[in-house]
């Protein structure tokens, strides 16, 4: 019987170094001559598996992620067209695959290298060869934050090296905004060493999106649901793509919601056992016909065209991502606009205007950042985020910073 993933459950050996073992959790399997029918069938009946391993003569060949499976199969005449092929169509070919005496730490470095998708969909775990089960990245992380636990001074280690996880990340977005919009400027300030914001850049051959993000929580637990969400907005965009940004939080709420198993009431009647998700700003930028596409949940959008004397506010919805009182099936609404050269956008997480401080001790407000944009609108995209930063601490002062910070200036 296939062993329910729990990542609360694992506890580390205390008299020998920890290896990849000690995070092994059993799971069914597959031969490579299955049918994708056959996959369909075994991720219906057993609800609990994320990954599905395939395997020849015992030795894994790929790995099938639930999540991107079913967005496929569930698309129209897909099962009429692949239902009898094979299932080697829709794994991924090339793994994570790790033997079980490796160690935590070079699993860790392991697992970075690999990319988001061992994050998000697990790894193989063999001995001599020969499937053992899978790991998964959460698992991985609270691992590594338990071993860091137990040394001495081990908390802010846990932390700062959660951190190089985070920013890392991050960074293939840094260099797409650069690439993508030469005038754009991208600030991102974890109120811990780690927070709950992320973002995600991309360019296309016809135009870029970018999507900021604010999940629940702050430092560590914060941290964990980037790496959750960031890693099934990287599926979402592999399965309906970035031009749709109502269809990208459609499919993000969708994953969230069947990671953490946050339905209104569980399958057995039980209410959902966390309420966690996020709010979102998504952005699509076609570049050939300079039309803006927006879909948001409680991030609002601030676009500034040349002659303008306001900020125009593309609102958000109030409805937030993944929440167990989100529906499953919910659709937020594409707002549209046409930006002509010199348009400055601004999109930010709420811990900008929510901060306290000045002299009265009230919140920053949406109507101060606009002002300041307003006033230094001829700077660089650069310049307006260093000013705007620079404003924020001024009026921060010796109040204590309440949430993580992250905004996005940018003239496509």
Known sequence: MTDTFNPSRHSLPRFRPATAADLCVATACVPADASNGDVMALFTERRELMTLPVVEEGRPIGLISRNIFMSQMSKPFYQELYGR???????????????????????????????????????????AGQLQGV???????????????????QIMHSIE???????????ASDEALAAALPDAALVWQ???VVGGDFYNVAEYGDGWCAVIADCTGHGVPGAFMTLIASSL?????????????????????????????????????????????????????????????????????FVLTPGDTAF??????????????TPVEYRWPVHTAHLPPGSLLFACTDGLFDQIGGEREISFGKRRVQQ??????????AGLAGMLAEA?????????????????CCRP
């Open 392 to 408: 924020l601490a001024r009026w921060q002062g010796g109040q204590a910073r309440r949430d993580d910070v992250t905004f996005l």
């Open 190 to 192: 974890p109120r811990d």
């Open 135 to 153: 790991g998964y990245g959460l698992q991985l992380m609270n691992v590594v934050a338990n071993m860091q636990a137990e040394r001495n001074r």
């Open 85 to 127: 092929k094979s299932c080697i169509a829709f794994m991924d070919k090339a793994p994570l695959v790790v033997e079980a005496d490796l160690s935590i730490e070079a699993l860790t470095f392991r697992a970075v290298e690999s990319g988001e998708k061992a994050l998000a969909d697990g790894f193989i775990i063999t001995r």
């Open 312 to 325: 125009r506010i593309l609102d958000a919805e109030r409805t937030g991502i993944g929440y167990t009182e």
């Open 233 to 301: 907005l990287a599926q979402a965009l592999q399965g309906c793509g970035p031009r749709d940004p109502a269809a990208l939080l459609a499919e993000l709420n969708r994953g969230v919601k069947d990671m953490l198993g946050q339905h209104a009431r569980a399958r057995h009647g039980s209410a959902a056992s966390s309420n966690d998700g996020l709010d979102a700003a998504a952005l699509w930028f076609d570049s050939a016909t300079r039309q803006l596409s927006y879909a948001g949940a409680r991030l609002p959008l």
């Open 372 to 381: 300041l944009l307003l006033e230094h609108r001829d700077a660089s995209a």
């Open 161 to 171: 090296y959660a951190s190089v996880i985070q920013r890392a990340l991050l960074r």
